[in-house]
């Protein structure tokens, strides 16, 4: 085999493993939905599902962790029925995202977890973009 094959099939393969490279990738991404966005949520299908976890709501039943999610910015939400790992800063008020469905039989609203789906959005450590520190008298700086 001449040199020039050798050159074009390497540069042939690269292209083409690129390619497949950059189709998995974009393929496999999903938009997040919130609460609001469930409404005609489909039965066996997967999806995205992000939100804040609603205070008073996460509770166990055995190895079932049960919590509702509501709109970041809003008050529909929708039940969660999750079993798997639950990262360490999983809180009430914490944003997640969570992949579900919806079960045939479930109520409107009611949603199983796929199991070790879950994760936690960290907080944001500054609200409003400006910081707080402590001096050496302990007396509380503010700052930009």
Known sequence: ????????????????????????SFAGSAEARQPSEMANAQPGVEYRLTGV???????????????SVRDRKGDQTVDIAYVGQVPDPFREGREVIVTVSRDAG???????????????????????GKMEWRDGNDKVVKGE
């Open 1 to 24: 085999m001449s040199r020039t094959m050798r050159l074009s099939f390497a540069i042939f393969a690269a292209v083409c493993l690129a390619g497949a490279l950059l189709y998995t």
């Open 53 to 67: 976890v609603v205070k008073g709501t996460a509770r166990r039943d055995g190895e079932t962790l049960r919590f």
């Open 106 to 128: 479930a109520k409107p609203g009611a949603f199983v977890g796929k199991p070790d789906s879950l994760i936690t959005k960290c907080p944001s450590k500054f609200d409003d």
